[in-house]
């Protein structure tokens, strides 16, 4: 059975903490996504990679950094958390290009800046 | 823009049938999703069509694509209380090259009541 896994369910941190948040697929897949989701707004693209070292901005790449050292693993990571980052972090990952596209997803991490 | 909309919430009773709307923006988007996200867990892949067809036929479950109107619809037949859930649109636009990268509407909630 396929499987992302995000290492953190729930995570409290305060304003001006250092965070990372990991996942892990063991799917052998290309590229990876972190995605973020607020109420009324959906999923919003912070960074993705598609393939070892290599990373894109996406749509809300402020305040965060990414790094994926190895194929299986891709961090998410906020230098400084401040209160407008708190949310619930999704990570994602698919194939490579000739395939449906579809996204598998980890259970999410719900992360609180106080 | 691009944005992918569809109505925030959306409740049906037991056993009626649930119509969840969406509209996107790249007409040449090739394939066009259905998420479900459940409480507390990710998103999972429910069904996709592909943007060559029509209509698409699961079991309970029924896709149309209006291209012209680029209107995406999920019928939902007999719906049951295990079908409350958040339901996202997602499109794959052209634009997005090889890496799979998905546009998402803000998600219905859909509840489900006796």
């Known amino acids: 059975d396929v499987k992302v896994t995000q290492s953190s369910r729930y995570l409290v941190k305060r304003t001006g903490e250092k965070v990372f948040l990991e996942c892990v697929q063991d799917?052998?897949?290309?590229?990876m996504f972190w995605y973020r989701q607020d109420p009324g707004l959906g999923l919003r693209l912070i960074y993705f990679?598609?393939?070892?070292?290599?990373?894109e901005k996406g749509d809300i790449p402020e305040g965060y950094s990414v790094s994926r050292e190895k194929k299986e693993r891709f961090s998410l990571i906020l230098e400084s958390a401040s209160t407008n980052q708190t949310s619930m972090y999704l990570c994602?990952?698919?194939?490579?290009?000739?395939?449906?596209?579809?996204?598998?997803f980890g259970e999410g991490s719900r992360l609180t800046v106080l | 823009g691009e944005d992918v909309e569809q109505s925030l919430f959306l409740s049906v009773r037991e056993g009626d049938s649930s119509v969840i709307n969406c509209t996107y923006t790249?007409?040449?988007?090739?394939?066009l999703y259905w998420y479900k996200q459940e409480p507390g867990a990710g998103l999972q892949l429910l069904t996709y069509?592909?943007?060559?067809?029509d209509m698409k036929q699961d079991q309970r479950l029924t896709v149309l694509l209006n291209k012209k109107d680029k209107h995406l619809s999920l019928r939902i037949a007999d719906t049951q209380t295990g079908d409350s859930a958040i339901y996202f649109c997602?499109?794959?636009?052209?634009?997005?090259?090889?890496?799979?990268?998905?546009?998402f509407g803000a998600g219905t909630r859909l509840a489900v009541h006796p």
């Open positions: 799917m052998d897949h290309e590229n």
């Open positions: 990679s598609y393939d070892v070292k290599m990373k």
């Open positions: 069509i592909f943007s060559n067809m």
């Open positions: 994602a990952s698919t194939a490579g290009y000739e395939n449906t596209g579809e996204l598998f």
């Open positions: 997602a499109e794959r636009p052209t634009f997005s090259g090889g890496y799979n990268k998905l546009i």
């Open positions: 790249d007409s040449s988007s090739t394939y």
